[in-house]
């Protein structure tokens, strides 16, 4: 792997006081990082997730909770590195030597990729670069959204049109006398990465901008998962795969740590993009 070094970013987190105001509080932290060099000068930054155990899925008393979001259960995460931001539309041509995104911008999220082009875009990067690459495991990707928090939100238990790019025009959570959470601006397009804070662990667009693929094809809830942060595979490769984080059309309920939504592999759209991982040496 390259060189590692130490990067800054900024945190926020959302505190709620006397049921009435929120409030956005801010700290400096440091993440590990890499950069890892591609054509033309383009680079794709990783940030490494150091392992460790969490509890996957939601509580049933979280607002907007789904049955495929349960049961909760303990999965061990092994240390791996994931993309500091989803799959930018510069990177993918780097790599894919095209850009199939519907709103352009060089520094975009890639979207109107299906799920066999996310892989395809791994093995390319993975060839070029002599590494690993894949999707996140469905299991990785909770891991690192959530990075320590516990909360609807890696934020807190609620979100704002500051925090990321969704469909602000309806809020969440129970914030009195506002009612449920706070609106705010829906810019009905993606944003350029990095637009908002990072969690815990350094990385960007985890809520919102757009969905993303992972490896694991989906289930209609946890019971049988793996546990030891694996992808949770059948023998039929053609069945729908899982999609995470929620997207700039998708409403707040949709863009929690816990949300699932899937997808067939072969679907593409202007909602869904993917950022890449790979194993720690």
């Not at 520094?107 to 990729?113: A, D, M």
């Not at 944003?191 to 992972?214: I, K, Q, R």
Request: a negative charge.
């Amino acid at each position: 792997m390259e060189r590692v070094k130490s990067c800054e970013f900024e945190v926020v987190n959302v505190r709620i006081e006397n049921a009435a105001t929120i409030v956005l509080q801010r700290e400096k932290k440091v993440a590990e990082c890499v950069e890892v060099p591609l054509a033309g000068g383009v680079s794709l930054p990783l940030v490494k997730i150091v392992g460790g155990s969490f509890l996957m899925g939601t509580p049933t008393g979280e607002i907007g909770r789904s049955p495929d979001e349960g049961p909760q259960h303990l999965v061990q995460i092994r240390t791996f590195y994931l993309g500091k931001y989803p799959v930018t539309q510069s990177q993918y041509r780097a790599v894919m030597g095209k850009n199939p995104s519907f709103f352009q911008g060089e520094n975009r999220p890639v979207e109107n990729v299906s799920w066999y082009e996310a892989m395809e875009f791994c093995h390319r990067l993975s060839e070029m670069t002599g590494r690993d690459f894949r999707l996140p495991t469905e299991a990785e990707w909770e891991y690192a959204c959530r990075a320590g928090t516990t909360d609807p939100f890696c934020f807190g238990g609620t979100i704002t049109s500051e925090l990321a790019n969704y469909k602000a025009t309806y809020g969440y959570g129970q914030v009195e006398p506002l009612g449920a959470g706070v609106g705010g601006q829906w810019r009905q397009e993606t944003t350029e990465v990095g637009s908002f804070p990072a969690n815990n662990f350094g990385l960007y667009d985890m809520h919102g901008n757009v969905w993303e693929w992972c490896l694991d094809h989906w289930h209609e809830n946890y019971e049988g998962a793996p546990t030891d942060g694996s992808p949770w595979l059948e023998k039929e490769e053609e069945l729908p795969r899982v999609i995470r984080g929620g997207s700039w059309s998708d409403t707040a309920y949709y863009c929690r740590s816990g949300v699932r939504l899937f997808a067939l592999p072969d679907f593409k759209g202007q909602l869904i993009g993917f950022r890449v991982a790979c194993d720690y040496e």
